[in-house]
């Protein structure tokens, strides 16, 4: 399933609402996202944390050949960050992180811009003759590149906007290590690079020592698939 399918399931059974935010399952989350790509993966790179004892988790989910990568403060029942977090709180951000990466991929994705329902899917009412749906909301398309067959994959990276740069770049990173681990072929690690030349760009204007430390990522990656070809 494309991402134009999965932003109209209705997931609107699967939430619940605490203090004010609404939270998916996460468990359906990954449920749907299996039934619309089998060999879907997700991982969990490591957690930073800041100077005040707080953490932020991240998750990244390959799904259609796309990598998202999402981020979340581990929070009190407040919904404020917790100073040294125990176990139990990070496990539960790891959880909601995952069903938020999922959401980037479409799957409820909707709740998080605090509609009740998804585009396109209006309340139940007697049917109408000719109904034209709503348009699309404000939300960026995910465009993924056709598969050609005996040719290597093409990936793209979609990172959240975060006002922090220095989340902003881990969670690029997270993305990046995903997707240079499952590169079975040289010329994957190339179209990585390629086709999110522009997102690079951006992270090599915020840091250029780390995006020089990037780089070496996918050159060592890319010497390592040509020896094992």
């Not at 000719?130 to 590149?145: L, M, R, S, Y």
Request: some cysteine; hydrophobic content about 40%.
């Amino acid at each position: 399933m494309e991402y134009k399918e999965l932003r109209q399931i209705d997931v609107s059974k699967y939430t619940e609402k605490k203090n004010g935010l609404t939270y998916l399952s996460w468990a359906w989350a990954v449920d749907q996202l299996l039934l619309a790509d089998s060999k879907a993966q997700w991982f969990y790179p490591e957690f930073q944390r800041w100077g005040n004892g707080s953490v932020m988790v991240f998750c990244t989910v390959v799904a259609n050949d796309i990598a998202r990568t999402a981020q979340l403060p581990v929070m009190d029942y407040r919904n404020k960050p917790i100073a040294e977090p125990d176990s139990f709180a990070v496990n539960t951000a790891m959880q909601r992180c995952l069903a938020k990466a999922i959401a980037l991929h479409g799957i409820g994705l909707y709740i998080y811009n605090g509609e009740d329902l998804p585009p396109d899917v209006e309340p139940e009412q007697p049917p109408k003759v000719n109904n034209i749906p709503a348009p699309d909301k404000a939300v960026e398309k995910a465009k993924t590149i056709p598969k050609t067959a005996g040719k290597p994959r093409d990936w793209q990276l979609t990172v959240m906007d975060t006002d922090n740069e220095k989340s902003w770049l881990e969670a690029l990173k997270a993305g990046v290590d995903t997707l240079l681990t499952v590169a079975a072929h040289p010329d994957d690690v190339a179209n990585i690079f390629k086709n999110n030349r522009v997102v690079f760009d951006k992270a090599k204007a915020m840091d250029e020592k780390f995006y020089s430390e990037m780089m070496v990522s996918f050159s060592k990656t890319k010497e390592s698939l040509t020896k094992g070809k």
